[in-house]
């Protein structure tokens, strides 16, 4: 099949991308996941393989470059002491072996390749913190980075060693593994689920993942969860050489690992192991969706290293998807929070692979053209994620006489959500309602994603309460969120007294920030949190004809005189040109043009003014002549506890704006340990270190510059 043409690529890339991020949020956020890993799979090799072809289409905030979800609320955090990485996938036997070419080129290696073949599990992954031998903290993967504390949970797991077995480990280690329900225990589980008159569990996963994330340990307890470890955050800590070792050393500590696992040579030895495992995949205790091929070497992976977001040393060759057939019961238009409009098909409910699919995007108007997708027919349905499934192909022999193509133009002429009109985007095959933040769905996405973790992280304000918000008036634009009063919030369904007090001191922490999680709150079309980040690092290294005049900067952006926008490196951002943009790091001209184009809208200038006015404030990036003499200039500090007057974003705001850095853990290269309120290992660590710890006051004392007192 030809590659497709740019606007062809570029049409699909947004399509797909769109797409994951709702399957992401329902399987991270919300624990309602519709479709099958598979599926999931199919739709983000699909973007890889186009922005392989396409590397101008690739931007910060795709789906391939993020590992994943964030954690819900209802637990505390934890941040993994190495960052747990997403794999790579392989669907087709072509794609292992390009895998295996790139080892081998970057090892430079003559010969054949050792790799360790195990299968993949279909659960959800942990990682074990161990200290001195003892269990002292378990999280979920979460974003890769953090994740949630499901200490509590995991020590109620059998399979879980609370102490080590042996006397030979660091005296820090980070297990990694997957937590599942095997097949027999699922089985049971079920039964005794109807016999009690109470709804069964849809698949092993999903019943897996939601008793690991009871609030109430004592039912997790009840479910017959099993651990199964994979590798440790730092495998040469354990003093072996190759990864099979790794796995040995586990075991003799007292962990289930899977099987089977085999050391294969190269890639005919892979395949081989892949095929077995198919064949035996009924007989597995355990549902498998993969196999994963990891480079034995231990040495050999510190060579490959890691991209953004998963190891260069393993990939995951995915086990060939399942289908089933149903019936298209409607088609209906979705809007989105970018207030693009796409067709979704709502199907008769069917169970692929032990998962309830219900409805199947159909993407946009040309696919669904394509495809030729109608109401009434029976259509083949992939299992592929659990997320949203992909319609491969209609049974035309089983068409109703009565079906008729569904024209977009013809159906959707005005938004289902405000009524605005519906157009075409020229040169895309996506239709966007044109009503803006008029529109309620894109004001509620737009507020949601501005008060989102990693915007200004507003606690407290959930779908629920956005969406009363914006029905009753009381929020046209972000900027209204701090103008709002208890008495209003006190009125809403679900907020008392408490819950808006709450709110209020949340949205009061919230208007300091950082310039990077404003850029990232305000929507900014392919703007992440990657890219947002490397606009604030570059707001002074931008060379603008207006650099240090405040009022010609307030003009080149567009705004009046009075502007209440009077951070210089926001207004060198706004008056920055697309050449100027292209010149930050991966910063390529489509993304340029969007965040151009973004400050050249007068409302959106006018919210931003707005959110200014308001106080939404932050640390100003210094310039890089003044770097070296700030206050914190190369300072390496850890952050434990909690700060009463500073949340966690905002102290590493304050610290990296003074040329400070934040790490993750204490070591011998650390200068400060600012502890808070019920300061964890690390205050231990930095004491054992005798590294200078700081308190509340010591932490502000620094960042003005002024000597301290530590311990």
């Given at each position: 099949m030809p590659d497709p043409t740019p606007p062809e690529a570029?049409?699909?890339?947004?399509?797909?991308?769109?797409?994951?991020?709702?399957?992401?949020?329902?399987?991270?956020?919300?624990?309602?996941?519709?479709?099958?890993?598979?599926?999931?799979?199919?739709?983000?090799?699909?973007?890889?393989?186009?922005?392989?072809?396409?590397?101008?289409l690739v931007t910060p905030d795709s789906p391939t470059q993020r590992v994943g979800g964030a954690p819900r609320d209802g637990f505390s955090t934890v941040e993994h002491d190495t960052p747990m990485l997403s794999l790579d996938n392989a669907f087709e036997e072509g794609d292992l072996v390009e895998f295996d070419r790139r080892v081998r080129e970057r090892l430079q290696a003559p010969g054949?390749?050792?790799?360790?073949?195990?299968?993949?599990?279909?659960?959800?992954s942990l990682s074990l913190t161990y200290e001195d031998g003892l269990l002292v903290r378990a999280g979920t993967r979460g974003d890769g980075r953090t994740g949630e504390d499901v200490t509590a949970n995991v020590q109620t797991i059998g399979s879980v060693p609370l102490r080590l077995r042996g006397g030979e480990y660091p005296s820090r280690l980070e297990v990694r593994g997957e937590v599942v329900i095997r097949s027999e225990d699922f089985e049971k589980l079920n039964a005794e689920r109807l016999e009690a008159g109470e709804r069964p569990f849809a698949n092993p996963?999903?019943?897996?993942?939601?008793?690991?994330?009871?609030?109430?340990?004592?039912?997790?307890?009840?479910?017959?969860?099993?651990?199964?470890?994979?590798?440790?955050?730092?495998?040469?800590?354990l003093d072996v050489a190759t990864h099979s070792e790794v796995l040995d050393r586990l075991a003799a500590l007292g962990?289930?690992?899977?099987?089977?696992?085999?050391?294969?040579?190269?890639?005919?030895?892979?395949?081989?192991?892949?095929?077995?495992?198919?064949?035996?995949?009924?007989?597995?205790?355990?549902?498998?969706?993969?196999?994963?091929?990891?480079?034995?070497d231990l040495t050999a992976r510190e060579q490959l290293g890691f991209t953004a977001r998963a190891p260069r040393w393993a990939v995951a060759f995915k086990l060939p998807a399942r289908e089933a057939t149903t019936v298209v019961r409607e088609i209906l238009p979705s809007v989105g929070r970018t207030g693009k409009v796409t067709p979704l098909a709502r199907l008769e409910p069917v169970e692929v692979g032990g998962v309830t699919v219900s409805r199947a995007s159909l993407h946009n108007a040309d696919e669904l053209e394509r495809k030729d997708v109608r109401e009434g027919d029976t259509v083949m349905v992939r299992r592929a994620g659990d997320?949203?499934?992909?319609?491969?192909?209609?049974?035309?022999?089983?068409?109703p006489p009565q079906a008729r193509p569904w024209r977009f133009e013809e159906r959707v002429a005005q938004c289902p959500e405000c009524g605005s009109a519906v157009v075409r985007v020229e040169g895309e095959a996506a239709h966007r309602c044109i009503g803006g933040l008029s529109c309620p769905a894109q004001l509620e996405g737009a507020i949601l994603h501005f008060a989102s973790r990693r915007a200004l992280d507003i606690d407290g304000l959930g779908e629920k309460i956005v969406e009363q918000l914006i029905s009753k008036g009381m929020v046209r634009d972000p900027a209204d969120l701090?103008?709002?009063?208890?008495?209003?919030?006190?009125?809403?369904?679900?907020?008392?007294?408490?819950?808006?007090?709450?709110?209020?001191?949340?949205?009061?922490?919230?208007r300091q920030t950082s310039l990077e999680r404003f850029l990232y709150g305000l929507g900014i079309q392919h703007v992440g949190d990657v890219t947002a980040r490397r606009l604030a690092e570059a707001a002074y290294r931008l060379r603008c004809d207006l650099e240090g005049d405040p009022g010609g900067l307030r003009q080149a952006a567009g705004l009046e005189p009075g502007s209440a926008v009077s951070?210089?490196?926001?207004?060198?951002?706004?008056?920055?040109?697309?050449?100027e943009l292209e010149a930050i790091e991966d910063i390529g001209p489509v993304v340029a043009r969007a965040i151009v184009g973004f400050f050249a809208e007068p409302h959106n200038r006018r919210v931003i003014e707005r959110l200014r006015a308001a106080g939404v404030h932050w640390p100003e990036p210094l310039p890089s002549a003044a770097a070296t003499e700030a206050p914190l200039a190369g300072a390496s500090v850890v952050l434990t506890g909690t700060l009463a007057g500073w949340t966690r974003g905002q102290a590493k705001a304050a610290i990296e704006a003074r040329g400070g850095r934040v790490t993750g853990s204490v070591s011998r290269r650390t200068d400060y340990v600012v502890a808070g309120e019920?300061?964890?290992?690390?205050?231990?660590?930095?004491?054992?270190?005798?590294?200078?710890?700081?308190?509340?006051?010591?932490?502000?004392?620094?960042?003005?510059?002024?000597?301290?007192?530590a311990d």
């Open positions: 570029s049409r699909r890339v947004e399509a797909l991308r769109r797409e994951i991020a709702e399957h992401d949020h329902r399987y991270y956020v919300l624990d309602q996941p519709v479709l099958s890993d598979a599926e999931y799979d199919r739709l983000l090799q699909e973007l890889r393989e186009l922005e392989a072809a396409h590397p101008e054949e390749v050792v790799y360790t073949g195990e299968p993949k599990l279909d659960g959800i996963r999903n019943a897996a993942a939601g008793s690991l994330r009871q609030l109430d340990p004592r039912i997790t307890a009840r479910r017959p969860l099993t651990l199964f470890t994979f590798g440790v955050g730092e495998p040469l800590a962990f289930r690992t899977t099987g089977p696992i085999e050391r294969l040579r190269g890639v005919a030895e892979c395949l081989s192991y892949r095929q077995r495992l198919i064949e035996q995949r009924e007989a597995l205790p355990y549902e498998v969706d993969g196999v994963v091929f990891k480079v034995d997320v949203i499934p992909e319609v491969t192909t209609v049974v035309m022999e089983k068409r701090f103008h709002l009063r208890h008495a209003q919030l006190a009125g809403l369904e679900r907020m008392g007294d408490k819950s808006a007090d709450n709110l209020l001191t949340s949205l009061e922490r919230a951070s210089e490196a926001l207004l060198r951002l706004m008056a920055a040109s697309a050449e019920d300061a964890g290992s690390k205050l231990d660590r930095a004491r054992q270190l005798e590294i200078p710890i700081l308190d509340e006051a010591g932490f502000q004392a620094l960042l003005e510059g002024a000597p301290s007192d």
